[in-house]
């Protein structure tokens, strides 16, 4: 008892302690739950989506590093490296210009579709788990990220009831072009900003409406400045990092917002003549905040080193088939295979909205009313449509000589390196407000409008509901790689020489350098960069003579003679690169006749791990 009398004092300050310590976890626990409880619908919405987006991207799932997207694998392997050498930021090794690819020259990241944002937002998981399991979460992220973004946008802006905002986030994440591009095109399907940008344009659009004038004009509310300056702010701060997620959906956004503001402040002169002064100037804000980080990486992107000022791609072979608009997406449950004549490859099926879609869109913007929202939605939406048409109308695959709206556009700065056919894709979010008007209106009445509105949208998205992507198996790495034995034949951020080297068609040595995260460089490779004629861009490099000499090799299997000539060439090839070891695969094609052939330019090989290796 005695020895019990001077801990008592002492003992009850720690119980008070725990006893607030789990107070404090109660109330914290009762406010998580009660948030849960107030947006749980808003939590089954992004349960739904995510739960779909899995579906679709499952064939990856059960091991990213051995499983592709069969469609378009080549796209893949550079996306995978792109996410390799972006990670290396968080290890204080990163540059604008690469040189982890086209040794000795490099590759201008800016000037190619490299993700740098989400690469570097992922980099913890690409280092850990590596680039193909990040991949795979942004080819499924970026899917129901869409989806909900805009489904937020539609029920917390337009206060659409949940079931009309839900059917028209479904199309904006999940329409055939969504599901198409997401064949690889990482940069195109991150498009969960592109709501958020909306929402401050049309913050800003408000916040500098001063209000109809009344009688006594000098007690007009005013424009609202702090809101102004706020949403300038933000959307500086969305316009920046879209630009290093995928220029090229800020574009399509900012062309199409462009058009439906026409059109609006057509159908709304009184609004545009009291905010124009104020929007305008707090779109110059944004412009001018954005280009206080954005400066140097545009000028390096076109005018730095190894930066391209145009477009690589042909506006004619990129253009939309007017007959694809009402034609299901093969990737759709209604579609066909014979459908994907229609278009360049299974990565662009872009206008494949179907007939059943069109319809219902013509008949919700008829019902929905004389809304000046309607009407820009209509503008924009034939504007973009027929920009995806290119210079020149094609019809069922055969050139009608009709010159499209796009030809009057053709050959400006940034415009020409948009694909036309990718116009199409604005379209998805457009008819989507318009089904979301329509279904809204008719869920807010009480006639028959009320179920069959609802009925009808939903039977014209069925046909397009997506099928899963197509996957197929893929060779591991070679062990010399995935085990870390390269180290013994290149130095960390050396340079090695895969045999054959990668090109644009055949990009599989680029996996190498993904598994070991970027950590060497590799010649040649698929990328844009300044190899075009007269400079401009192009996709790929030279070959040098030895590996022009290897690739013929590795396609046809025969043993060239090789001379003393031949060696020389190897020999200053090998140093042009600044390679320090060249490597061989079993796996690789006509390995026995590569092995022959490189032994007699490099001398006799070494065996690391499962590859044949010669220093140079």
Not at 575 to 584: E, K, Q, R
Request: glycine share 10%; hydrophobic share 50%.
């Amino acid at each position: 008892m005695s020895s019990a009398a001077p801990t008592a004092p002492d003992a009850a300050p720690e119980q008070a302690v725990r006893l607030a310590d789990r107070v404090d976890r109660r109330r914290r626990a009762a406010r998580l739950l009660a948030a849960v409880g107030r947006h749980r619908g808003d939590l089954l919405v992004a349960l739904l989506w995510v739960v779909l987006a899995g579906w679709l991207t499952h064939g990856l799932w059960p091991d990213p590093a051995s499983r592709v997207l069969s469609l378009n694998p080549e796209d893949q392997a550079l996306y995978e490296w792109f996410l390799a050498v972006d990670a290396r930021a968080l290890l204080g090794d990163f540059d604008l210009l690469s040189d982890r690819l086209n040794a000795p020259d490099g590759v201008n990241l800016m000037a190619n579709t490299t993700v740098i944002a989400l690469g570097i937002a992922f980099a913890p998981v690409t280092l850990l788990l590596g680039a193909p399991v990040t991949f795979a979460l942004l080819a499924a992220g970026n899917l129901a990220g869409t989806a909900l973004a805009w489904y937020l946008l539609f029920h917390r802006t337009l206060r659409a009831r949940r079931l009309a905002a839900v059917l028209g986030g479904a199309l904006c994440g999940f329409g055939p072009g969504m599901v198409s591009q997401t064949n690889s095109h990482l940069h195109m399907t991150a498009q969960w900003l592109v709501p958020v940008i909306v929402w401050l344009v049309v913050r800003l659009l408000r916040a500098s409406d001063p209000g109809p004038a009344g009688p006594a004009p000098d007690l007009a509310d005013g424009p609202d400045r702090r809101r102004m300056i706020t949403s300038a702010a933000g959307l500086a701060a969305a316009v920046t990092a879209q630009v290093f997620i995928g220029e090229e959906v800020l574009f399509l956004a900012a062309v199409t917002l462009l058009v439906m503001a026409i059109g609006y402040a057509v159908a709304d002169r009184d609004l545009a003549r009291r905010a124009l002064p104020g929007f305008a100037g707090g779109l110059a804000i944004a412009a001018g905040l954005a280009l206080l980080v954005l400066g140097y990486p545009l000028w390096f992107q076109f005018a730095g080193p190894q930066g391209v000022a145009d477009g690589m791609f042909t506006p004619a072979y990129f253009s939309a088939d007017l007959s694809s608009w009402w034609t299901v997406s093969p990737l759709s449950v209604a579609g066909s295979a014979e459908s994907a004549r229609l278009t360049t490859g299974p990565a662009e099926y872009n206008t494949f909205l179907g007939w059943p879609l069109l319809l219902v869109a013509a008949a919700c913007a008829i019902w929905a009313g004389r809304r000046r929202l309607v009407f820009a939605c209509v503008v924009a939406g034939l504007a973009m449509g027929a920009l995806s048409l290119g210079p020149e109308v094609v019809f069922g695959g055969t050139r009608t000589a009709i010159p499209g709206p796009y030809a009057l556009i053709g050959g400006l700065p940034v415009v020409d390196g948009a694909l036309p056919m990718r116009f199409a894709l604005a379209l998805l979010p457009i008819i989507a407000t318009l089904l979301v008007l329509a279904v809204d209106r008719a869920l807010r009445s009480t006639g028959r409008a009320r179920r069959l509105m609802p009925l009808a949208v939903g039977a014209a998205l069925l046909p397009i509901f997506p099928t899963p992507l197509p996957t197929a198996e893929r060779p591991d790495v070679p062990e010399f790689v995935s085990g870390g034995h390269w180290r013994q034949c290149v130095r960390p951020g050396g340079v090695l020489v895969p045999v054959p080297l990668p090109t644009p068609k055949e990009p599989w040595p680029m996996r190498w350098a993904t598994a070991a995260d970027a950590a060497f460089g590799l010649p040649e490779g698929f990328f844009i960069g300044p190899y075009g004629r007269g400079g401009t861009a192009a996709m790929g490099t030279f070959k040098q003579p030895t590996s022009a000499l290897l690739a013929d090799v590795a396609r046809r299997g025969d043993q060239p003679a090789i001379g003393d000539e031949q060696r020389r060439q190897a020999a200053r090839d090998a140093d042009f690169w600044g390679a320090s070891c060249v490597a061989l695969a079993d796996d690789a094609p006509h390995a026995e006749s590569l092995r022959s052939t490189l032994e007699q330019l490099y001398g006799p090989a070494t065996r690391i791990a499962d590859v044949w290796t010669w220093r140079v």
